[in-house]
């Protein structure tokens, strides 16, 4: 199988990035074929912004929507946007490896998603009519693949429980893992996290070096994340809210994950 390592960390000698490379050893040693984006090491361009786009004069205003959609239907993106949506068709599994900073990803990752995700690819495709909204939220380009986060957070575990002042985990990446990855297609995986980053002894890394093989083989037979597909009855049409009868009366990340009884 094929798989594609989206890394943002700076420091090739972090934990973040040594994690990274414990993922690469144990796929290539099943022998897939692995790819590494090492943003930091590439100096990915962060901002997205007229000189994404060639067709668009300096004078004139950047709408980014219709410039992105412009150059992807016309092959005139930047060759280095280019090269990560290539990656992303060429993949089967698709691997995020970043530090919770903030609550979210670095900088320069949320820069790889607004400039690689152009619009006619990621988003602001399909048809739209009375059963249809578009195809996102579980269609999408990236249908048939597969993604997840590997994920390392400084704070303890149950800083980031139910009840833990900085909120559930599984909330915070909500965003990403529906947002940035169900939305265009992917099927996604629960995530790899490991917590107190800042106090892992070298024990706390083998433990966590094992965990990660132990996931990689078997990650195929990982249930992913439930998310509910926008399309296939559970939502409204055209509104996209989720029907009166589904989850009645709650609210809440949890109400778009499809549980064995509503």
Known sequence: MKYLIVHAHPEPQSLT????????????????????????????????????FEQVSKNERLAIVQASQDAYTRGTLTEDVKKEQEKIFWADTVIFSFPLWWFSMPAILKGWFDRVYSCGL?????????SHWGDRYGEGAFS?????????????????????????????????????????????????????TISVTEQGFQNASNEIRQRLRNIYSIRPIPYRKQNYGDYLIPSLVLRDDIKSGSKGFSIHKNGMQE
């Open 17 to 52: 990035s040594s994690l990274k490379d414990v993922v690469v050893k144990e796929l290539e040693s099943q022998g897939h074929e692995v790819r590494v984006s090492d943003l930091y090491a590439q100096k990915w361009k962060t901002s997205i912004d007229s000189n994404d």
């Open 122 to 130: 990621a988003y602001g495709v399909g048809e739209y009519n009375a």
């Open 144 to 196: 048939g693949k597969r993604a997840m986060l590997l994920v390392t957070v400084g704070g303890s575990e149950v800083h980031y429980s139910a009840r833990g002042i900085s909120g559930p985990l599984e909330d915070i990446l909500f965003p990403i893992n529906h947002g940035m990855l169900f939305y265009p297609g992917f099927t996604v995986l629960p995530p790899i996290v490991l917590h107190n």
